[in-house]
């Protein structure tokens, strides 16, 4: 593997930051920010002459060139192992192999410069245009993917994009970006159309959310919270908790399979893995026999405390998960806390009976780490669903394993989510699967309930923006008699 080298964009206002340490100024931040804006608009203006077929082959390079050099993708995978140490390798490698070709088809045949849609019978056309330059905050998460996906939307839509990497995987982003910019200079783009930023800082990336156009955050909460803040157009996205219901009609052995292949995806790096399994008293002991079979071992009541007590080593005082365990094997988690678990072991399961901050396991844990309730039935199993959410992840998304029409409708209807997964790995579908029809994204919009303006996976539709042409039709207005028909008012 290649050493981790410092990206080479480099500007003066970024100097002054790393000479020695020392932290820039608001003046210098706010300057040197800037200086990257203007970058990024010159690059954008260009950008917006492009033709469709230009923005197409741009979209398209992106993918190809990174998806048909296996040893980059590798390089890039162990590259963001070193440097995060979240996840493992083939998850990483399978991301971005995925991405590329997911991205890709679902792009592929957008309109997105000129005329877009016209709707005659409305007298309607539809102009689809650039934002402008977009400010991205990237997860440690998803250093090496999130780009990728990001980039292709942007070159497509003809935006400039800005990329805030989160701290922990900085070097990874910056790698990834230097990959993305010598494609599109191959391609005969400005390079600027994509910029990161090699040392960020909160205070750089809160400058860069206030001068972008557009902020598309995803990540912690807490900058989530602040791009609604900076005063900019932002799309954000929530909290995740996936809870997964298993019902009396489910194939169990499926469900069971399923479910390890979504928790262990990148070791629960991310936000879509199962973190709480409702299960149905009257296949509860036989789902628990699918898990073991699987990998999924139950701790007891002695080894519950103590693994409590190393995901949450300042609970109940401070809810912070520690971040030792995050995206680690199972084993290795289990080593912490000095538990005894097989040798197979890839998930730890402890049985839980409430929600809410008394009862830390139903919130998200970011780990190999699944809460297992007991439900009478399909209600009961709701109102947990609900009220864990409630507590960490609402809006997000859950899934059900069931051969029950009813119940699977009754589930969707009752809980407060914007994805709902039916006999689906859920993390690794809710974010577009060549098995469901969900677009590909990186972002997930989990609606008000998760605190988003969106309640939808973050695409290509939402890096545009759109002109409408309003032309006079033949009048559709109806009589009184035609509107009101059907309607009976109260006595």
């Known amino acids: 593997m290649k050493k981790i080298v410092k990206t080479g964009q480099t500007t003066a206002g970024e100097a002054r930051y790393m000479n020695g340490g020392k932290s820039m100024s608001e003046t210098d931040v706010r300057s040197y920010i800037a200086g990257l804006i203007e970058k990024s608009r010159a690059a954008q203006k260009v950008a917006e002459g492009f033709t469709q077929e230009q923005v197409d082959r741009l979209a398209g390079a ?11 993708i590798r390089e890039l995978a162990e590259f963001a192992m070193e440097e995060t140490e979240l996840g493992d390798v083939p998850s990483k490698i399978g991301k971005v192999t995925g991405k590329c070709r997911a991205m890709w088809h679902d792009v592929k045949n957008v309109k997105t410069v000129g005329i877009t849609e016209e709707i005659p019978e409305k007298g ?9 330059v977009i400010g991205s905050l990237v997860p440690s998460t998803q250093p090496e993917m999130h780009p990728i996906v990001q980039t292709v939307n ?3 839509a003809r935006d400039a994009i800005i990329f805030a990497p989160h701290p922990r995987g900085k070097k990874t982003s910056a790698k990834t970006v230097d990959i993305i910019r010598g494609i599109i200079k191959k391609y005969g783009a ?9 040392e960020p800082t909160v205070e750089i990336t809160n400058e860069l959310m206030a001068q972008s ?5 995803t990540g912690g909460q807490g900058m989530v919270r602040a791009a609604y803040s900076s005063g900019r157009p932002a ?6 908790n996936a809870n997964i219901v298993i019902d009396s ?8 399979a399923k479910i390890k292949n979504s928790k262990t995806f990148d070791l629960a790096a991310g936000c879509s893995c199962d973190n709480a399994v409702i299960i149905l008293e009257d296949v509860y002991e036989k789902m628990l026999e699918e898990f073991a079979k699987v990998g999924a071992h139950m701790v007891n009541a002695e080894d519950k405390e103590k693994l409590k007590n190393t995901i949450w080593p300042a609970w109940p005082d401070n809810h912070a998960i520690n971040r030792d365990v995050v995206a680690k094997p199972a084993r290795y988690i289990a080593e912490l806390a000095e538990i005894q678990v097989p040798e197979d072991t890839c998930i730890l399961l402890a049985e839980e009976s409430g929600s809410g901050e008394a009862y830390p396991f139903s919130g998200e844990k970011m780990c190999v780490t699944i809460a297992v309730y007991k439900a009478k039935d399909i209600d009961d199993a709701i109102r947990i669903v609900n009220a864990n959410l409630a507590y960490s992840g609402a809006g997000h998304s859950c899934g059900i394993y069931s051969n029950t029409p009813e119940n699977v409708e009754k589930y969707a209807l009752s809980t407060y989510t914007t994805r709902v997964t039916v006999n689906l790995p859920n993390a690794l579908t809710n974010t577009g699967s060549w098995v469901c029809g969900m677009p590909a994204t990186s972002s997930l919009g989990c609606g008000t309930w998760g605190g988003n303006i969106c309640s939808e996976n973050i695409t290509l539709k939402h890096y545009m923006n759109n002109t409408w042409v309003i ?20 006595k």
């Open 62 to 72: 992106v993918c190809y060139e990174i998806y048909h050099n296996k040893e980059l």
């Open 124 to 132: 309607l056309v539809r102009i689809s245009k650039p934002v402008g």
């Open 154 to 156: 942007a070159l497509k």
């Open 190 to 198: 400005p390079e600027d159309l994509v910029i990161c930023i090699p």
């Open 213 to 217: 156009d557009l902020v598309i955050a």
């Open 235 to 240: 799309f954000g996205v929530g909290a995740g």
């Open 249 to 256: 009609t489910a194939n169990l052995a499926e469900a069971a």
């Open 471 to 490: 032309r006079e039709i033949p009048s559709f207005e109806p009589s009184d008699e035609e509107l009101w028909a059907g309607f009976v008012p109260e």
